[in-house]
């Protein structure tokens, strides 16, 4: 058994702690940069704590998804501004987009000389500028890994700069600030959370410091997906799923993920599908077609326990087949109202060509098993 744990420095958790956020920038920098997202109004009270705190020197908005090219002009925007600490406050997309920021800040070049797939893929000479990371969704558990997502309009895809430094120096996750989130944003991101917590568990790079955190996390998006959507001013269930969140990075960053995520990236860089609404789109096909696959070529596979074990989990059902679990999990997109991808424009046709994206996609290699190209192709048809 071989594997290794990596996390943001530190991680600060509760109701009201992202009124620290001013102090805490202080003590890493003393002129920030502050990342906000397409609706700044979430972010307000952090953006009045870095005022407060005299460090506020520059503001960045992310509307939609972070870019290359919209990086390059950000990054040149902080450094003329001399920003030596950069602070986002957002979903998943926010926070990547300040990540990328500060690693930019840091090093020299263009981020195609960084980035994965579509760049060179050159390590990072340097570590990034101090950054904070604040979300306000639950979903992506960006707070906590290594790597920033972007869209490139000119290859029609999304990649990943990523490096062990990207780290953040420090996480706040304040599930007050996703209080009021509307359903769709709260079923979509709660499903990218809970995609994050089932591919780590049952994929190829599962270790014991990984399982424990899906263990963990899978029955808090059972128990309060439903009520964060139903009631967006719950509390507690804001907290449970602000958790789930955060547990499904530190899976996700120290094991892998699978095929989900491995259709998300083609997907999203050629649609205007949200990264969540996709995962959610594509996650009870994905685990259909791993079992179909698992039961047929390889049924004596760890990973077939493991599926039982998240049906379990997610039905509170000790005696639950893996079955169980993919059952339960098509009645909640069905109660959640998740729109197949047909409704972000992805057809038929686009079927051969998202595929073999896919087949290639770094999150694919952790899938419990290898699925062929036919096997890859109608997945991703009953999502579509």
Known sequence: MQFEFATAARIVFGAGKSAEAGAAASRLGKRALFVTGGNPAHSLSVSESLREAAILAATERVSGEPTVPWLREAAARARAEECDVVVACGGGSTIDGGKAIAAMLANPGDPLDYLEVIGKGQPLPNRPVPFLAIPTTAGTGAEVTRNAVLGSPEHGVKASLRSPWML????????????????????????????????????????????????????????????????????????????????????????????????????????????????????????????????????????????????????????????????????????????????????????????????????????????????LEALLLAAV
């Not at 994050?196 to 568990?201: A, F, G, M, S």
């Not at 997906?225 to 990075?249: E, N, W």
């Not at 995520?261 to 959610?280: E, T």
């Not at 959640?336 to 972000?344: D, F, G, S, T, V």
């Open 168 to 375: 953040p120096s420090l996480a706040i996750v304040d599930p007050t600030l996703s209080l009021g989130l509307p359903p769709f944003l709260s079923a979509s991101t709660g499903l990218d959370a809970l995609t994050q917590l089932i591919e780590p568990l049952v994929c190829a790079k599962a270790n014991p410091l990984t399982d424990a955190f899906c263990r963990e996390g899978i029955p808090l998006v059972a128990r309060s997906l439903r009520r964060v959507c139903q009631t967006p001013t719950d509390l507690d269930a804001r907290t449970d799923m602000a958790l789930a969140s955060l547990l499904s990075g530190f899976a996700l960053a120290n094991a892998g993920l699978g095929a989900v995520h491995g259709f998300a990236a083609p997907i999203g860089g050629r649609f205007p599908a949200p990264h969540g609404a996709a995962c959610a789109a594509l996650l009870p096909h994905a685990m259909r077609a791993n079992l179909d696959a698992l039961r047929r070529r390889r049924p004596d596979s760890p990973a077939l326990e493991r599926y039982r074990k998240a049906a379990t989990l997610l039905t509170g059902n000790r005696a639950a087949r893996a079955e169980d679990g993919l059952e339960w999990v098509e009645a909640l997109c069905r109660d959640l109202e998740i729109p197949p991808l047909a409704h972000w424009g992805v057809t038929v046709e686009d079927a051969p060509a998202l595929a073999a994206q896919a087949a290639e996609s770094n999150s694919m290699k952790a899938n419990p098993i290898l699925l062929t190209p036919a096997e």
